[in-house]
């Protein structure tokens, strides 16, 4: 059962929209390739963990906090009681 379906990122969508209408700079380029493949992983995650769905449990975009830090998963999988 999905509970939360995969969105891109605020900053994801701002660099699409302004693609094409802006040049980037080589800085602009390069996190806008970064930020666009972690998008595309994330994805094929989903798809992977999708095709097992009986064998396993996904949880997406935890926020983890503990001792004041805080840690964002992406996806965390459970597959025959392992976590990874």
Same mark, same amino acid.
């Given at each position: 059962?999905? &509970? ?13 929209? !302004? *693609?094409?209408?802006? #040049?980037? $700079? ?17 994805? &094929? ?13 996904? !949880? *997406?975009?935890?926020? #983890?906090? $503990? ?18």
């Amino acid at each position: 059962m999905l &509970l939360k379906s995969r969105e891109k990122s605020f900053e994801l969508v701002q660099f699409e929209a !302004l *693609r094409g209408r802006i #040049l980037f $700079s080589e800085e602009q380029e390069r996190l806008y390739k970064y930020v666009t493949a972690g998008f595309m992983g994330e994805c &094929l995650c989903d798809e992977m963990a999708e095709s097992m769905a009986e064998r396993v449990i996904q !949880l *997406r975009d935890l926020l #983890l906090a $503990s001792g004041g830090r805080t840690c964002q998963v992406d996806s965390l999988l459970v597959v025959d009681g392992k976590v990874y």
